[in-house]
């Protein structure tokens, strides 16, 4: 059965969520949010994003670090989500994530070596970008960097491209220098079999 099925079309939601900090950046940072509203078309998500004053939303005014994406889905459909949507701070479109559409380009907005935030699950993280798949790739994560974060323990994530940023807030010396010696000094079979793992059988290759 194909997406553009007319009967999936009829059955269509378009899930409004917002994440957000509660405090100046410091990494790693919890992300609050939740479910704003579900819609039965995109026009009417988008509107709600472009009135100014939210009466029950105005405390995410003053927020740091706030997001907004329109998570499109399919009911009664066993692989339901279609795509992502993402939204600055100011409600502004900037990029979204389908699922399934081997052809879509990556913007490489990042290089290896390259400090960035990353939204991890809950969590708002500074990692260092390893790698990005390679040009050719099918796979659902055509999209996706792979970040590498953490000091006491190994940490090695996948994020799609709209949740990477530039750093807002501030890393020590000691964790940037931590970042690079890991992504310089480690063996690199090392990596590539983390990687390897991490990707869900996506390979992925080392940006030079």
Not at 56 to 62: A, G, M
Not at 191 to 208: A, H, Q
Request: glycine residues 6%.
């Amino acid at each position: 059965m194909k997406r553009d099925n007319l009967a999936l079309k009829n059955n269509t939601v378009f899930l409004l969520r917002m994440k957000y900090v509660n405090e100046r950046i410091k990494y790693p940072l919890q992300l609050h949010g939740g479910t704003l509203g579900i819609f039965t078309n995109l026009k009417y998500a988008e509107h709600f994003l472009k009135i100014n004053k939210k009466t029950l939303y105005n405390f995410l005014e003053d927020k740091p670090f706030k997001i907004y994406e329109i998570e499109e889905i399919t009911l009664n459909y066993f692989r339901n989500f279609i795509r992502t949507r993402f939204y600055n701070h100011t409600g502004q479109f900037y990029g979204e994530h389908i699922w399934e559409e081997a052809n879509r380009t990556f913007d490489c907005r990042f290089k290896r070596g390259e400090l960035v935030e990353f939204v991890d699950g809950t969590t708002l993280r500074a990692g260092i970008v390893a790698a990005v798949p390679p040009d050719k790739d099918s796979s659902p994560f055509k999209d996706y960097y792979l970040v590498l974060h953490g000091i006491k323990e190994y940490g090695c994530s996948r994020a799609v491209s709209h949740n990477v940023f530039a750093l807002s807030g501030k890393v020590t010396d000691e964790y940037k220098n931590h970042l690079l010696y890991r992504l310089e000094m480690e063996h690199l079979s090392k990596l590539k079999k983390e990687i390897e793992r991490t990707s869900d059988f996506t390979t992925y290759r080392i940006i030079e």
